[in-house]
């Protein structure tokens, strides 16, 4: 099997300096410049610097170079896959494609398999998703992730190729499940971020941890998941590294919303379009998805952290 990247931000280098620990792979940027500057300097200085390309990484900006692979992980941000698999469409036909990415579109309600699928039918589709900083797998510290891929044989085979000595991966065929999960803890993180940075404290986090992770379960089953799935890697592990860590984006992103502080626009941020996604599905189908409607409004500035603290703690009383 062959692989390649096709994106690399922090996430598309870290998986390919961890696979081409032991085989070679094919690192796609879609700037020539910047594609260049890494496979001469073997570091991507922009997104993920102090980490050093193998000698198995060969970085270019020719689609064309990537014919050669049979196996594609698309680690380019959720709401921009569509547009950029309409521009290679032609290329990808028929090869597996593993969405590395997390994230809802917000025109559509869509995952990342749900899109590769509709753009790329004759392709086999996965998804790679679980608990893992860029950063932890660049320095090959010990990660554990899920390969979600419908197809039982083909999962196998994935999990075969893709694990290696530091990356451990666990195979599910509930891709549905998988795809919500890692889409859903970015939404919660938001929420725990913007708890701790207006001050309300590691006891308002737990509870938003677990009641966000309760709104995830029922989410993912009206959407036809196996609500076990999101207790795994995919659902609860994430939320768990998501929500207690500095190195998210997420949760960044939701400590200066509740510190009242600007964030960087151009940071990667795939809770914010997420839960705006997710809250209108909500409306539109009377679902009960408290926190992760609060964050939608939130993130649109239609309430303030503590106007949405309020909404969530006079809700009627419910029985867990
Ligand atoms: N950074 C991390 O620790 C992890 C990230 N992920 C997921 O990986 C995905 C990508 O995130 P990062 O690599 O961290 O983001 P990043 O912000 O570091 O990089 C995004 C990359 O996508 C490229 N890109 C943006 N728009 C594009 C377009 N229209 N066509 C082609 N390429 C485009 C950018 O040039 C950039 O190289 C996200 O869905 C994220 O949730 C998953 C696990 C860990
Ligand atoms: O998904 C991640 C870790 O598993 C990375 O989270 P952020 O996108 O919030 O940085």
């Not at 666990?170 to 919500?180: C, S």
Request: a neutral charge; one cysteine or more.
């Amino acid at each position: 099997m062959s692989v390649g990247v096709l994106g690399a931000g922090a996430f598309g280098t870290a998986l390919a300096i961890s696979l081409g620990q032991t085989a070679p792979v094919l690192l796609w940027a879609r700037d020539a410049k910047q594609a260049q500057l890494m496979h001469q300097n073997r570091e991507n200085k922009a997104r993920l610097p102090g980490f050093f390309l193998p000698a198995n990484v060969v970085v270019t900006s020719n689609l064309a170079d990537l014919q050669k692979c049979d196996v594609l992980l698309l680690a380019v941000p959720a709401q921009k896959l569509r547009q950029f698999l309409r521009g290679v469409d032609q290329m990808v036909a028929g090869k597996t494609l593993v969405a590395c990415c997390k994230g809802i579109e917000l025109e559509t309600g869509m995952g990342p398999v749900d899109i590769a699928r509709e753009i790329c039918p004759q392709s086999e589709h996965a998804i790679l998703t679980g608990p893992s900083f860029a950063n932890d797998i660049a320095k090959g510290l010990p990660t554990a992730l899920t390969l979600a891929c419908a197809n039982p044989n083909r999962a196998r085979d994935l999990q075969q190729e893709l694990s290696n000595s530091t990356l451990r991966l666990y195979r599910t065929t509930d891709v549905t499940g998988a795809q919500l999960g890692g889409a859903l803890k970015n939404v919660i993180a938001i929420a725990c971020g913007a708890a701790i940075g207006a001050r309300l404290g590691e006891s308002a986090r737990a509870a938003l941890m677990t009641r966000g992770n309760a709104e995830m379960q029922r989410y993912a089953q009206f959407k036809g998941a196996d609500p076990a799935t999101l207790s795994g890697l995919s659902g609860f592990g994430d939320l768990v590294l998501t929500c207690t860590s500095d190195l998210s984006r997420n949760y960044r992103f939701g400590l200066s919303l509740g510190a009242g502080k600007a964030f960087d626009p151009e940071t990667t941020v795939e809770g914010a379009a997420t839960a705006c996604a997710v809250a209108r599905d909500a409306r539109e189908n009377a679902l009960d998805l408290p926190i992760l409607s609060v964050v939608a409004a939130l993130v649109e500035n239609r309430l303030d952290v503590a106007d949405a603290m309020a909404t969530l703690l006079s809700r009627s009383l419910k029985e867990e």
